[in-house]
């Protein structure tokens, strides 16, 4: 349900996602000695301004990006601290270092959300009521080592050792019981699983909240979302797919008045997916964006002499205006699907 709370609460996903990128940027410029003028959160209208000690801080109207103003940006004569002064590594890590904290970003929210909720282990936590599992004799606390002849190393192996399960029959299931010290055997004919088409024997899982195994699937997880972020953006240009798989600021909040209800859990969730896609598409060669900046720095590596500074400039405002027209699209998008 869309209200102002929830409303509210997107605006701050965004702005701190924003604030993350953004001070990336900042951070590696100070890093390489680059002056930065001003660091803007949103864009359009300045609703607050700060001015510090050598940077203008701002609070745009919109809330659909973010920019730092560095130093002698356009200009081949801008002294020590000017960015067209520094060396290309340099400047490939102040561009690069935006979507860095996003992708940092993604890896603690997600790595939060874990730790909130665990990890399943093979280990049973408890029973599925209506399941054979309990009534045969398995107890809590028994680890799983094998159904029907299939070893269990994790908690997602017991599903794949049911998947040719037909119904008929029993399957062998071998527990071991630290009470005991021993394995024991139970023949368990397992339940299907009404409107999920699978069988299953009837145990839930405890959780564990190891700080390491939480870590290695953070990085497991990472490399899922990335895989299908970008078999989404090939499906597009493939046409595969359409602008319809984007979903924009008024799309995210209908989203996050969905998931508000079930807790910060999926806010976390939803949170790092949105930074990690800002660090992934935020890198794509595209006019205006930062991996364009970065695919110019290689042209001017590549021609052994830096880009017409003109050409540069028109470059990026078409990608401008390119940008902002999909960001109408996916707006008009939003409204329909989600409205």
Known sequence: MVNIWTILLSLLIFGLLIVVHEAGHFISARLCRVGMTEFAIGMGPV????????TLFSVR???????CKIVDEDDEDGGGESISS???LARAFIFSAGSLMNFVAAYVLF?????????????????TQGYPAEQVGLAVGDRVVSIANSKIDRWEDISVALKDYKGEGVVEVVVFRAATNENLTFQIQPGYV?????????????MSKNIFGVLKKTAILIGTYTALIFSTLIGL??????????TGPIGVVSIVGQMAAYGVLPILQIAASISLSLAILNMLPIPALDGSRIFLLLVEWIKGSPVNRERENIFHLVGFALMILLAVVVAFNDVYRFF
Request: glycine share 18%; no cysteine; charged share 20%.
């Open 111 to 127: 790595a939060i959300a874990l730790l909130i909720v665990g990890l399943p282990t093979t280990t049973v936590g408890g029973f």
């Open 61 to 67: 109207a919109l809330p659909i990006g973010g920019f």
């Open 237 to 246: 240009l493939k046409g595969a797919a359409g602008l319809d798989v984007f």
């Open 86 to 88: 520094k060396g290309k």
């Open 194 to 206: 009404e409107g999920e088409d699978r069988y299953i024997i009837g145990i839930t899982p405890q």
């Open 47 to 54: 609703l607050y301004k700060r001015q510090g000690k050598h």
